[in-house]
């Protein structure tokens, strides 16, 4: 059974930066896609940020977010500065449904199967 565990979420000032991480465990994931989700109160999960032979970013964190995975630790990092009030969200850790050579979309919450508790990250002005 896959688990993911999301730590590094906090509450920081704008223009500030949290490291968000994620360990995973239950099956090797070096030919999933892993990637991070968030969603504002009222809102839908959004796809973030996703990596697997290369790195996927939405518009709005391009240049301010970076995502690293360490396959030999099963682990999964966003780097995330210069942040804004409109990052406030729970951020989720996500591992894709099935290995990416298979999936035909890398930033699909619906493509993920197994996700994290969420850490709250709140960006204050």
């Known amino acids: 059974q896959v688990q993911l565990v999301e730590s590094g979420g906090g509450l920081v000032q704008a223009g500030g930066s949290l490291r968000l991480s994620c360990a995973a465990s239950g099956r090797t994931f070096s030919r999933y896609t892993m990637g991070w989700f968030r969603q504002a109160p009222g809102k839908n999960r959004e796809f973030v940020a996703t990596?697997?032979?290369?790195?996927y970013y939405t518009d709005s964190v391009k240049g301010r977010f970076t995502i690293s995975r360490d396959n030999a630790k099963n682990t999964v990092h966003l780097q995330m500065n210069s942040l804004k009030p409109e990052d406030t969200a729970v951020y989720y850790c996500?591992?894709?449904?099935?290995?990416?050579?298979?999936?035909?979309?890398?930033?699909?919450?619906?493509?993920?199967?197994?996700w994290g508790q969420g850490t709250q990250v709140t960006v204050s002005s």
């Open positions: 996500a591992v894709a449904r099935r290995p990416w050579a298979q999936s035909t979309s890398h930033t699909d919450p619906a493509d993920f199967g197994s």
């Open positions: 990596i697997n032979w290369r790195t």
